[in-house]
């Protein structure tokens, strides 16, 4: 942390308080959910008295230590300029679904892809007993051209049909590896072990949900996985093959050098049209669209989970599509408006939607599953996003909420760590669900 953050100073408004912090998670619901009075709730810092986020801006700087530099003040402009004018707390509508749809509908045309529906012409490819449930590895297609890999969990005691979970498998800059990094599967690369154990505590929670009477089924995002960059040098080396156990070294080189190569992909998207962000929307609303297929499966009992650019996604599929009737978004719930200064490298540029920010922020585009539950789950010292951006983003939805008459349906859990989703965290979204699907 800067001097000058530390000294109550952040971009050139106040830091939030201890106090200021307790409060907004009192009244969002974090202290309720974990059952914390707010003296226990105290968060264990040995030096700082506020969570810490590793903050980036300095308002003793010329331009706030921005990566934007000299840029800043122009962009920032732009920025301050752009007013959410179809964000619920500047509407206050009166009628709650036609503003929905009417946000909903400027959402899918910023996005420039909206495929029309499609027969998912699912194909089962393998079925492995997992003793408390099923795991069907399978294909559907999203599009009549694009068919996506998913694995589907199938609980086998259970009373059919049963709820069911879309859950969203993270980025983290590992693209060799997209739902795996989620489910648990057999003969399991090191490197897969252990970054499951870096940002899930070793635990796959698809897994868990199966086990509790859960249907989960989970993707392959778009540029990961099965559906990641390989590149004809690849082929020529014989690399980027997931047919053998490549090496560590081998397998952190291709991710590095698809990290590097997101830039040039979306510039190439853009100019051709369409929206990595859109892409992954119509990806994910087409797999409620397979699942409601499913003959094990409840289409009226449906939530959805993800951590990181998997939070980003399920708070767009919750907002987007009213048959998600509860979420979880770990990770990644913060205003777009703080980003700026100090946190312009974590601007998602897989789910850059152009002109967004005209009409709704983060937080107002998760506003609109209200009155659905919405339970968010950040750690004090994820670096991706500053303490009052996160806090902007709790109080806006908790307001959201309460002015619908439905101030229990959303809550937080915020814990002392860093970007992960944590085993609390995840037994606290199995009972969210449990409550509330």
Known sequence: MSSSAAKGE???RTQPTRRDILQALGASGALALTGM???????????ASTPTTNLQADPAKKWKGSGLGSLYPFVKQVQEEALSSLAYLRVRPKDLEAWKAEARARVFDLFLYRPAPCNPMARVLKRVDKGDYILEYLQFHTTPDIEVPAYFLIPKRAKF???????????????????????????EHPALVEYRRTYYDGLSYPATLARNGYAVIVIDMFYFGERRLILDSDLEQGINDRSKQEPTETINTINNRNGQSEGIFVRNMLMSGFTW????????IRTIDYLQTRPEVNPN???????????????????????????????????WRDLVPGFERNTIISGV?????????????GSLTIPNPLMV??????????????????STLRQCFEAVGKPERFT???????????????????EWFNRWV
């Not at 962000?277 to 994910?284: E, R």
């Not at 650019?309 to 998600?324: E, K, M, T």
């Not at 152009?354 to 922020?361: F, I, N, Q």
Request: glycine letters at 12%; charged letters at 15%; proline letters at 7%.
């Open 10 to 12: 952040v971009a050139g």
């Open 37 to 47: 009075t707010p003296a226990a709730a105290a968060l264990p810092q040995a030096e």
């Open 161 to 187: 049909p049963v709820p069911a979970v879309v859950a969203s498998h993270c980025h983290g800059g590992f693209y060799y590896w997209g739902k795996e990094k989620i489910v648990e599967t057999e003969n």
């Open 277 to 284: 962000g859109g892409v992954l929307a119509w990806d994910d």
């Open 301 to 335: 009992r449906i939530a959805c989970v993800g951590l990181s650019v998997g939070g980003y996604r399920s708070n767009f599929l919750a907002g987007l599509d009213p048959r998600i009737k509860a979420a979880c978004v770990a990770g990644w719930m913060t205003s």
């Open 353 to 365: 939607t152009p002109g967004l920010l005209k009409y709704l922020d983060y937080p107002d585009v």
């Open 377 to 394: 789950v950040h750690g004090w010292r994820d670096g991706l996003f500053s303490t009052e951006g996160v806090l902007s983003a709790f």
């Open 412 to 430: 937080t859990y915020t814990y002392d760590g860093p970007h992960k989703f944590p085993a609390r965290a995840q037994q606290l979204m199995l």
